[in-house]
């Protein structure tokens, strides 16, 4: 067996990461800075780094800190980033104040200061005081700089790429509001007719309604800017065809690419990848493949991405037959596959739990050099844990410890469940347990189905050793609609029925309570039978529909 690559990094546990609390130290050691005397000198002097992490655990103390410590922040941090995490916590006036100087001799804080207010406007659903943001700096330009450090894509500087208005419409259009972004853009061209939107804002446009999956508002923007003349660019084709991909319209999107190619603009991945992916997701693999050899027409060489969408096309459809020729044509054009292309193999085992198949492919897949993910041992331990293969599940758990993964609350239940169809409790109960000790709350639904069956075997001292577990923790009590407490249906039936008939009762107790009613049951000429034959006539009336026995009983 040829030695394991290197293993991807474990994920990062807040119990027993020693990074985690390293930067908690940091970020208390910053917040006693901030809240002590003469900052600006001492936080240079504590030599720490104002990495994310940090600022993150800096976020909760924000609304506490004094006034005067938030141009410290700022200076330590920059700019745009005390300003994100201000806003981020609601704190828009200390936000506001930061980027507004009062010393005429300030320097003016970057545009990109001004990029994080807006998107967390928008990220609230403020799109009223992001527009009023944009008028502000529409109206005093001297209020921000931009750098002109580094050059666009078209080789325009920075500072032709950074604008207010492009700022503002990415904004509203990345958090969902592309229809403010348009209110905005046609309320410019309404107050001045000489201005039009240049490309930028039209791509933005264009990817804010692709991704609202408004294809009619797509088509209607791309035809204006057609007639308004307007160059497009790969970015505004590569928009475009991902919208009709993702609408399932490959065959438009392969118009375009050809209509690109007719206007002289270079194909890329981005424009050719997501049609093979559509293609495949329709299982249209004749067309896919056709699409695939035309790549160097297009000046393009396909990408593991490539191929992936192709392999996972084949595996949703069931065709593992298809999806290994294409995992050989990818290692013939020396492109190696990655844990996510035997994910998709292994997606299809665990639907089918193919415990054969499964095991062979991993097998294989490690035995080559190639490292499982998490999302492997997932697959892998639900298709041993649907098979009823206890041994290899547990050999799989500790493979996934061994890999640097730690078994997490998906798979642990999954554990749990198997040992109580085995009727292993003890041993359901100690996993349950450990769950706890290593900082994972079980789902309710887990301890639902183990205190029923502790409960059932009498084993008092577990069940209240499990009740006490559950209710150290907070944690929710909600059942999926579909759970059902193994009543069966007949005894469901039977709960019904009987409603059903005490509901008929009441009723007829209320109409004998009736003053109006009793007094038309109390004929003189009834006897007390027939009054009784009366009452039992509408119950049947009620319950079984019954109206052929409504007569006087014969007795």
Request: charged content about 30%.
């Given at each position: 067996m040829l030695p394991r690559p290197m293993r991807h990094p474990a994920p990062t546990l807040p119990s027993d990461s020693s990074a985690a609390t390293a930067a908690a130290a940091s970020a208390a050691t910053v917040l006693s800075i901030l809240r002590g005397a003469n900052p600006d000198r001492l936080l240079p002097a504590a030599g720490i780094a104002p990495t994310p992490t940090i600022l993150q655990h800096l976020r909760p103390a924000l609304p506490a800190l004094p006034d005067p410590a938030i141009p410290a922040l700022a200076r330590w941090a920059g700019a745009a980033a005390a300003v994100s995490l201000l806003a981020s916590r609601g704190l828009f006036a200390a936000a506001w104040r930061l980027l507004l100087p009062q010393l005429p001799s300030s320097q003016p804080p970057p545009l990109a200061a001004f990029a994080s207010l807006l998107r967390r406007y928008a990220r609230i659903g403020r799109t009223a005081a992001a527009v009023r943001a944009f008028r502000f700096l529409q109206r005093n330009p001297d209020r921000y700089t931009v750098s002109a450090d580094g050059d666009g894509e078209d080789g325009s500087s920075y500072a032709a790429e950074a604008s207010p208005l492009i700022l503002t419409v990415d904004a509203l259009c990345k958090e969902g509001h592309p229809r403010a972004a348009a209110q905005l853009v046609e309320q410019l061209?309404?107050?001045?007719?000489?201005?039009?939107?240049?490309?930028?804002?039209?791509?933005?446009?264009?990817?804010?309604?692709?991704?609202?999956?408004?294809?009619?508002?797509?088509?209607?923007?791309?035809?204006?800017?057609?007639?308004?003349?307007?160059?497009?660019?790969?970015?505004?084709?590569?928009?475009?065809?991902?919208?009709?991909?993702?609408?399932?319209?490959?065959?438009?999107?392969?118009?375009?690419?050809e209509q690109m190619r007719e206007e002289g603009i270079e194909a890329n991945l981005l424009t050719c990848n997501p049609i093979v992916y559509a293609l495949a997701q329709a299982g249209r693999f004749g067309d896919a493949h056709k699409v695939l050899e035309k790549f160097p027409l297009y000046g393009v060489a396909p990408n593991i991405s490539t191929f992936n969408s192709l392999v996972l096309g084949y595996c949703k459809h069931g065709d593992l037959a298809g999806a290994s020729?294409?995992?050989?044509?990818?290692?013939?054009?020396?492109?190696?596959?990655?844990?996510?292309?035997?994910?998709?193999?292994?997606?299809?085992?665990?639907?089918?739990?193919?415990?054969?198949?499964g095991m062979n492919l991993y097998s294989k897949m490690v035995s080559s050099g190639y490292a499982p993910d998490l999302l492997t041992y997932h697959l892998l331990v639900k298709m041993l844990c649907e098979a009823n293969r206890l041994e290899?599940?547990?050999?799989?758990?500790?493979?996934?410890?061994?890999?640097?993964?730690?078994?997490?609350?998906?798979?642990?239940?999954?554990?749990?469940?198997?040992?109580?169809?085995?009727?292993?409790?003890?041993?359901?109960?100690?996993?349950?347990?450990?769950?706890?000790?290593?900082?994972?709350?079980?789902?309710?639904?887990?301890?639902?189905?183990?205190?029923?069956?502790?409960?059932?075997?009498?084993?008092?001292?577990?069940?209240?050793?499990?009740?006490?577990?559950?209710?150290?923790?907070?944690?929710?009590?909600?059942?999926?609609?579909?759970?059902?407490?193994?009543?069966?249906?007949?005894?469901?039936?039977?709960?019904?029925?009987?409603?059903?008939?005490?509901?008929?009762?009441?009723?007829?107790?209320?109409?004998?309570?009736?003053?109006?009613?009793?007094?038309?049951?109390?004929?003189?000429?009834?006897?007390?039978?027939?009054?009784?034959?009366?009452?039992?006539?509408?119950?049947?009336?009620?319950?079984?529909?019954?109206?052929?026995?409504?007569?006087?009983?014969?007795?």
């Open positions: 061209r309404r107050e001045d007719p000489t201005w039009a939107p240049d490309v930028r804002a039209y791509n933005v446009l264009l990817n804010g309604w692709s991704r609202a999956r408004r294809l009619d508002k797509v088509e209607k923007l791309w035809a204006a800017m057609r007639d308004a003349g307007v160059r497009p660019t790969v970015v505004t084709y590569g928009t475009l065809i991902d919208a009709y991909c993702v609408m399932r319209r490959p065959d438009q999107a392969i118009g375009l690419l020729k294409v995992l050989k044509a990818m290692l013939g054009r020396g492109i190696s596959p990655t844990a996510r292309t035997y994910n998709y193999f292994f997606m299809v085992f665990a639907r089918n739990c193919s415990v054969e198949l290899l599940t547990l050999q799989m758990l500790q493979e996934m410890r061994n890999s640097g993964f730690e078994p997490d609350l998906a798979t642990s239940t999954m554990l749990i469940h198997l040992l109580c169809r085995r009727h292993q409790f003890d041993e359901a109960f100690a996993e349950f347990e450990n769950m706890f000790e290593r900082g994972i709350v079980p789902q309710y639904i887990t301890y639902r189905l183990l205190m029923k069956e502790l409960k059932r075997l009498g084993l008092v001292k577990l069940v209240q050793k499990l009740t006490d577990l559950m209710r150290s923790v907070p944690h929710s009590t909600k059942l999926p609609g579909s759970y059902r407490d193994k009543e069966g249906d007949d005894a469901i039936e039977k709960k019904k029925s009987i409603l059903q008939k005490a509901q008929a009762v009441s009723d007829v107790l209320k109409e004998r309570k009736d003053s109006k009613k009793a007094h038309e049951l109390k004929n003189s000429e009834e006897t007390d039978v027939e009054l009784a034959d009366r009452i039992v006539a509408n119950i049947r009336r009620r319950v079984y529909g019954d109206v052929s026995r409504t007569g006087p009983s014969v007795s």
